[in-house]
C-alpha cells in the first residue's frame, strides 16, 4: 500500500490471472470512519492481501496514536473486478455494504448481472439474431460467466447490501463531505466520488490513463463524454484516483484528451461510412477499415466502441440504417 494523499492509500491488487486480468486499484481513505472505495477481485488469496495491507494501514495510525475505524465500503459501478470482493471484505472487516439503487440492482444475483451483459435489444452489437454466428456468441458468455467471472474474478452476488444511497447525494467519511454523483457511460450504473476541498475525484473506470473500455449493451458513448465533461468542470480538481494504472495528475489535460479521442474516433466512423455512399457499409467493414492488422480477438473487443458510436450517430440521425438478411448496413443521410 501507498499513501498517494494524505490520508488515501492505494492497495494495488493483483488477480490471480494476471496475464487476463490486469491489477485493480482500491482506495482506502483512512481514519475514526473511513471508507473503502471499490471492492476489486473475490478471489480468496487477494481478499488476504487486501486485508492484510489494511492491516498495516491500521498499525500506522496506531503508532501515530490516531483513531483508524473502515466503517463501510463502496463501488464504483456492477462490473466483476469492482464488486467480487465485497462479500469476503464483509467478513473479514465487519464494514457496511454501501451501494446505490441501480448497482444493488445489477449485482443481487446471478439473474440481472448476466442480463446486465446481455439486454434484450443484443441487434445493438449490429449482428442480426439469428444463426451460427448467435448461437456462438451465447454460447461464449455462458463461458465467460463459469470461467472469467467465477474463476478469475472470485465473483459473489451482494442480495442484501447494509445501506442504499442516491447516485447524486453527500457522505461523510471522516467528517469531511464527499460528493457522489452519477457519472454513467462506461457503466449505466458508474458513479464517482468527489472531495471538492482536496481536489481528489475516485472516478472508477472513467478516467484511466488508457482509454476506458465502451461496449454495447450497458454503455453510451454520449453519456460517457457528459460524463468526462462534468468531470473536467468540477472546480478545484487537482487529481484522479483511477481504478485501473497510473494515477492521473493532469487531470484537464487528460479530460481534454480523452474528449480529442472520441470526437476523433467518430469521425473516423463518419467518414468511412461517407466513403461508401452507394453500396453502404456493415460493421465489420468500418472495423476492418480501421483495424486492417488486428487479430480476430482484438477486433471483438474493439467492436463494442464501434458498435456503440454507430449506435450515438443513428440517434443523432446523422447515419441510417437497412437491415439485409445477413448483415446490417449503413448509410449517410443528408445530414452528413
Ligand atoms: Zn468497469
Known sequence: MEEVIPGIYLIKEKSSFERIKPSENIYVIAGPDGLIFDAGFGNKKVVKFLIKEINKIEQLYRNNKEDFKITRILVSHGHPDHFAGLKRIKNALGVKIVLTEKTADIIKNKKSFMKSFNADSYEDYLIIQK?????????????????????????????????????????????????????????????????QKKGVLLSGDNILSKTTWL???????????????????????????????????????????ILKHRKERTQQV???????????????????KLYPNKKKMQIEITRGWVCLTLKMLEEQNVIKRIEGKKEIKFYSTNKL
Not at 463461458?143 to 442516491?166: C, H, Q, T, V, W
Not at 463518419?270 to 476492418?288: A, C, F, R
Open 270 to 288: 463518419i467518414d468511412i461510412i461517407k466513403g461508401n455512399i452507394e453500396k453502404g457499409t456493415s460493421p465489420d467493414e468500418i472495423i476492418q
Open 215 to 257: 461496449g454495447p449493451p450497458n454503455c453510451s458513448i454520449s453519456d460517457y463524454i457528459e460524463s468526462v465533461e462534468t468531470i473536467q468542470k468540477l472546480p478545484n480538481l487537482k487529481i484522479i484516483l483511477a481504478a485501473h494504472g497510473a494515477l492521473i495528475k493532469n487531470p484537464g489535460e487528460r479530460t481534454l484528451e
Open 131 to 195: 444463426g451460427f454466428r448467435y448461437r456462438i456468441r451465447s454460447f461464449l458468455q455462458k463461458l465467460m460467466y463459469s470461467f472469467f467471472f467465477k474463476r478469475i474474478y472470485g465473483l459473489s452476488f451482494i442480495a442484501n447490501p447494509d445501506e442504499i444511497i442516491k447516485a447524486n447525494t453527500e457522505i461523510s467519511i471522516n467528517d469531511e463531505n464527499w460528493k457522489v454523483f452519477p457519472s454513467p457511460g462506461h457503466a449505466v450504473d458508474h458513479i464517482s466520488l468527489y472531495n
